[in-house]
């Protein structure tokens, strides 16, 4: 099966696949090893992982994907391991590997709002709506205030074409992390569904301020497919 191939969710895939959403998830990750949540550095994989995270800062997959080949060769139950390997084939546009990964990573650790929402958006985006939806309510109890699980959320209702419930979770991302260009991108996603073009365009204006090259993707995917 495919990926969905509507201009609301191929848009936001583009971008969500893109080097730009993976390097943010990259910090994350450092930032957890750092919090003693990801690889110790007393591991004897610990060089090849943190080179692992630069080569992912410099969108240099291929060569990312083969170090964390080793380290998970090393030691094969690690959930920060196997997250990094799942973002890095994200990337590389091998998804339902990346969703096997993410299934692991979060066997082995559930306190990772990244890997909820990277999970429930990649089953979504292959035509599983019900594992998606069952994947997103169960990080949403764990997580109720992550603005990107709403995010998610969204997309699947903008698919259905529930644009009621799209605009609440929106709304509720919004509510949460005003500042992140997400939600604001959902927004003119929502906009763009509707055929209401000029609230595209202005939500697009107002995610300029956060994130130009994200305004102006959705620009061309939106207006390219009219």
């Known amino acids: 099966m495919g990926c969905k191939e509507s201009v609301t969710t191929a848009s936001g895939f583009a971008w969500y696949a893109s080097g730009s959403n993976i390097m943010i998830e990259k910090e994350k990750m450092v930032q957890s090893s750092t919090e ?53 084939l994200l990337a590389l546009g091998t998804y339902r590997q990346a969703c096997c990964d993410l299934f692991k990573s979060l066997a082995l650790d559930k306190a990772q ?11 979504f ?11 997103l309510k169960k990080a949403l109890e764990r997580f ?17 074409g529930e644009f009621d ?39 697009c204006k107002t995610l300029e301020q956060l994130d130009a090259a994200l305004a102006e993707q959705i620009r061309t995917l939106f207006f390219e497919n009219q």
Request: some cysteine; proline content about 6%; hydrophobic content about 40%.
């Open 36 to 88: 003693g949540v990801g690889v110790s550095a007393t591991a004897p994989y610990y060089t090849s992982y943190k080179q692992a995270l630069a080569y992912v800062d410099e969108q240099r997959y291929e060569e990312a994907l083969q170090l964390f080949d080793h380290c998970i060769a090393i030691e094969r139950r690690h959930a920060a391991l196997l997250y990094g390997r799942a973002v890095t």
């Open 113 to 123: 709002p990244e890997a909820w929402k990277h999970l429930a958006y990649l089953l």
């Open 125 to 135: 985006m292959l035509g599983k709506d019900e594992p998606a939806e069952k994947t």
């Open 144 to 160: 109720p205030d992550y603005a990107p699980l709403y995010c998610v959320l969204a997309d699947i209702y903008l698919d259905l």
């Open 165 to 203: 419930k799209a605009h609440e979770a929106i709304e509720q991302a919004l509510r949460l992390d005003p500042q992140n260009p997400e939600p604001h991108s959902k927004l003119a996603m929502y906009y763009g569904a509707r055929g209401d073009m000029e609230g595209l365009q202005q939500e």
